[in-house]
């Protein structure tokens, strides 16, 4: 007994990646709908594919359904109210030590009168300071700027809480660049707003229709950034505007007293003048040049789960790369360019699961093209003849192997051939026949006449063979209808599929018939058979021109001299057009003249011997009446079908009546 093993998914695991052969059997349908390589590519990217074993490669808008998960997931976490909680803390317990202190201080001077006195003027003012501090935060920390602390740890407390605010609107606005604002000499104030002031000017120079010295910019300021430097303009004003839209979005999502009170804070920690005025004229510039319509979004938190103002800032970091990645995802809908994807944002939110399915999508095409079935023709993805008949090859499994699971049996046929193909059927052994002997048959004959026992006697008449048939050579135009009533009924579709499974059919398995295909809307044409994947219909024109249908087909036949001839017809209508002097006719309701010239044209063909069997996918009584007609004159065949059933008939019929067994 075979053992197995079975392991928890750690993500080193092969993902699923589809062979040429599988891409081209998942595209094969898109491909018979309208023929368009790029489309149905593009279709491919959004929606995925899963392998015949439930392996799952993920689309364009399952990564997205994702990405929208987490977002939601993350806003229903969140309080963002409570932003502003952490700091009203921290100058609770900043004014609770202060007291502390001021009572202990005064304690410990009790000893001396002198020093009593003294401390005790100083602590009543101080705390009449602290009783009358401002309810805004951002007062309150203004206030306390001025104040003289008696204890040593509040004051350490106080400047801690000011380094951290400083760094936090360091981080808003300027997070990449390498100095703080906390503990700015004057000189370190002065170089600051020197350099927004560059900025600002290059930012006019651009709305100007200049080119700015963006380098001259970087060699003089360059050290205010990290590391990994901005390369250009363009990246810099990108890389601002990020963090600008960041502390827009968290203001717009709060509520508007917890708003103004943060807006408040962070200007209170700007209070050089010179400075506020440079960074309010570089929100402008920005503004006017690059609108952050896209990137400061509210966002509608719903959770208990309080923040801080540091966590907050990285939350609206997090889900504006979350809605970055979004458009990135949908702007794939209109061009299936997936380089426009950061790979990188995509694994940091989604995982190695998602990183993966995306590369794997980037190449779909590469494995198509090195698989033989796309090539680059003109700046664009074309089908290769080895692509054309795979996509026959599948129409022609999926018609057979729909056939499998119904209940449509073959044409029986009476007569019996000498000669050709062996069948599966057997028969007693005559004169004349090939020894095409059944083994088992034969010998259950003998044992059934004499018994079990040895040696086995056997006569003539114990002899079973298998019966044969004789395959004749056969010429078809398969007449297909693409008129606009054909794909406004959801029939056209499953005409061009069985048209691509009989071409696939007739090469594999008879490659001495004949197939021409003709296309008849207005007028009629012949559609090479490489041209199957990209036919449509003719939307634009009207008419159902039979007339010109059996003429075009006629033609053809005429080409080959021996063999069955026959035209097989799929249409949803009568004819409502045809040709008078080499110009088309139409009416509807079909005049009286466009029916008796496709009579007339229908009747030539029977006369060189070409049988019209028409598939009729509509059962309306004028059409019935029609086909009738059509048949009686022609000596064809009609059958009365659905979309769904047509392949089964057409294919079924095309092989029983191809093999005429003959004594």
């Known amino acids: 007994?075979?053992?197995?093993?079975?392991?928890?998914?750690?993500?080193?695991?092969?993902?699923?990646?589809?062979?040429?052969?599988?891409?081209?059997?998942?595209?094969?349908?898109?491909?018979?709908?309208?023929?368009?390589?790029?489309?149905?590519?593009?279709?491919?990217?959004?929606?995925?594919?899963?392998?015949?074993?439930?392996?799952?490669?993920?689309?364009?808008q399952e990564l997205l359904r994702q990405l929208r998960e987490l977002k939601r997931q993350t806003l229903d976490r969140y309080d963002i109210s409570s932003v502003l909680d952490d700091i009203?803390?921290?100058?609770?317990?900043?004014?609770?030590?202060?007291?502390?202190?001021?009572?202990?201080?005064?304690?410990?001077?009790?000893?001396?009168?002198?020093?009593?006195?003294?401390?005790?003027?100083?602590?009543?003012?101080?705390?009449?300071?602290?009783?009358?501090?401002?309810?805004?935060?951002a007062g309150a920390i203004k206030e306390l700027a001025s104040y003289e602390f008696i204890d040593a740890e509040a004051r350490r407390q106080y400047e801690e809480l000011l380094d951290m605010l400083r760094t936090k609107v360091t981080d808003a606005y300027f997070k990449d660049i390498s100095q703080g604002l906390e503990a700015l000499t004057q000189e370190d104030i002065s170089n600051l707003k020197d350099m927004l002031r560059s900025f600002n000017r290059m930012l006019r120079e651009r709305m100007q229709g200049l080119k700015p010295d963006f380098q001259g910019f970087m060699e003089r300021f360059g050290d205010y950034f990290g590391p990994e430097r901005p390369s250009s303009m363009d990246e810099l004003i990108q890389m601002l505007q990020r963090r600008m839209?960041?502390?827009?979005?968290?203001?717009?999502?709060?509520?508007?007293?917890?708003r103004n009170a943060l807006e408040d804070l962070l200007e209170s920690m700007l209070q050089d003048e010179g400075l506020m005025d440079e960074l309010m004229e570089l929100a402008s510039n920005m503004q006017q040049l690059f609108p952050m319509r896209d990137l400061k979004s509210r966002y509608p938190f719903q959770g208990e789960e309080p923040l801080s103002l540091t966590e907050a800032l990285r939350l609206m970091e997090e889900l504006q790369g979350m809605d970055e990645l979004a458009r990135q995802l949908e702007s794939?809908?209109?061009?299936?360019?997936?380089?426009?994807?950061?790979?990188?944002?995509?694994?940091?939110?989604?995982?190695?699961?998602?990183?993966?399915?995306?590369?794997?999508?980037?190449?779909?095409?590469?494995?198509?093209?090195?698989?033989?079935?796309?090539?680059?023709?003109?700046?664009?993805?074309?089908?290769?003849?080895?692509?054309?008949?795979?996509?026959?090859?599948?129409?022609?499994?999926?018609v057979f192997g729909y056939l499998k699971k119904g209940r449509f049996g073959k044409h029986e046929m009476a007569n019996v051939g000498r000669g050709g193909d062996r069948a599966d059927d057997t028969k007693q052994y005559e004169f004349g026949d090939p020894l095409h002997i059944h083994i088992e048959k034969t010998l259950m004959n003998v044992l059934q006449r004499d018994g079990p026992g040895r040696p086995l006697k056997i006569k003539s008449e114990d002899f079973e063979v298998y019966q044969t048939e004789y395959l004749t050579q056969c010429s078809t135009v398969l007449m297909l209808d693409m008129s606009w009533s054909m794909p406004m009924r959801g029939n056209f579709f499953a005409a061009k599929k069985v048209a691509l499974a009989l071409d696939a059919l007739i090469r594999s398995q008879f490659p001495r018939d004949n197939l021409y295909i003709?296309?008849?809307?207005?007028?009629?044409?012949?559609?090479?058979?490489?041209?199957?994947?990209?036919?449509?219909?003719?939307?634009?024109?009207y008419g159902t021109n039979m007339h010109h249908g059996f003429i075009l087909s006629r033609q053809l036949l005429a080409k080959h001299?021996?063999?069955?001839?026959?035209?097989?017809?799929?249409?949803?209508?009568?004819?409502?057009?045809?040709?008078?002097?080499?110009?088309?006719?139409?009416?509807?309701?079909?005049?009286?003249?466009?029916?008796?010239?496709?009579?007339?044209?229908?009747?030539?063909?029977?006369?060189?011997?070409?049988v019209i069997n028409t598939f009729m996918l509509d059962r309306n009584p004028y059409i019935i009446q029609f086909i009738d007609l059509l048949t009686k004159t022609n000596r064809g065949r009609a059958f009365y079908t659905d979309r769904e059933n047509l392949g089964r008939y057409m294919l079924v019929d095309y092989l029983t009546n191809r093999r005429k067994r003959i004594i």
């Open 332 to 398: 794939t809908r209109f061009s299936p360019d997936l380089d426009k994807i950061d790979a990188a944002k995509l694994r940091h939110y989604l995982g190695e699961d998602a990183y993966r399915s995306l590369e794997q999508l980037g190449r779909l095409t590469d494995v198509l093209e090195e698989g033989g079935y796309i090539s680059r023709q003109s700046g664009r993805w074309e089908l290769t003849p080895k692509a054309i008949r795979r996509i026959g090859q599948k129409a022609l499994r999926d």
């Open 1 to 60: 007994m075979s053992a197995y093993r079975y392991y928890q998914w750690d993500g080193t695991q092969d993902i699923f990646e589809p062979s040429a052969e599988e891409l081209m059997d998942a595209i094969s349908d898109g491909l018979n709908l309208n023929g368009d390589v790029l489309r149905v590519l593009q279709r491919l990217f959004q929606f995925g594919l899963e392998g015949q074993w439930g392996q799952r490669l993920k689309g364009i």
């Open 518 to 541: 003709v296309g008849f809307s207005d007028y009629a044409r012949e559609i090479k058979k490489e041209q199957l994947p990209y036919i449509n219909w003719n939307e634009y024109v």
């Open 245 to 258: 839209a960041q502390v827009q979005s968290l203001l717009e999502s709060m509520p508007s007293e917890q």
């Open 561 to 610: 001299k021996s063999g069955n001839k026959q035209i097989i017809m799929v249409t949803d209508g009568e004819p409502t057009a045809h040709l008078e002097g080499g110009t088309v006719y139409f009416d509807y309701p079909p005049a009286p003249r466009t029916l008796e010239v496709t009579l007339l044209e229908a009747k030539r063909c029977a006369q060189e011997r070409i």
């Open 88 to 137: 009203r803390e921290k100058l609770d317990r900043i004014v609770k030590t202060e007291r502390e202190g001021i009572e202990r201080r005064l304690k410990e001077a009790k000893a001396d009168q002198e020093m009593t006195k003294i401390l005790q003027n100083v602590a009543s003012k101080n705390l009449s300071i602290l009783d009358n501090l401002p309810q805004d935060i």
